[in-house]
């Protein structure tokens, strides 16, 4: 079955960097658009950034600049990096791929953001 993996997470100063980590299994990675997603205390689930199959890239207009999705084959993982982060970066990181047609969470991972 689909397995995804977070792992990274942790407490950070403002203006520091984490970088993310989503191991996949069950499915052929290569093939599938992978997605970073997250929720705020209290919010609803947010779109974080996008990285095709071919590499292509998207990411939400509060990320820009700052954040780097990337993704190896060879491992069967997709990466978030984080630089330049604020308190309002503060929240459960998801790694999410659709497979078959069925949507695939994974658990999440806590990233706080304050001094």
């Known amino acids: 079955q689909v397995q995804l993996v977070e792992s990274g997470g942790g407490l950070v100063q403002p203006g520091g960097s984490l970088r993310l980590s989503c191991a996949a299994s069950?499915?052929?990675?290569?093939?599938?658009?992978m997605s970073w997603y997250r929720q705020p205390p209290g919010k609803e689930r947010e779109l974080v950034a996008t990285i095709t199959s071919l590499g292509g890239t998207n990411y939400a207009d509060s990320v820009k600049g700052r954040f780097t999705i990337s993704r190896d084959t060879t491992k069967n993982t997709v990466y978030l990096q984080m630089n330049s982060l604020k308190p309002e970066d503060t929240a459960v990181y998801y790694c999410?791929?659709?497979?078959?047609?069925?949507?695939?969470w994974g658990q999440g991972t806590q990233v706080t953001v304050s001094s």
């Open positions: 999410y791929a659709t497979w078959r047609g069925s949507d695939n």
């Open positions: 069950g499915f052929t990675f290569s093939m599938r658009t």
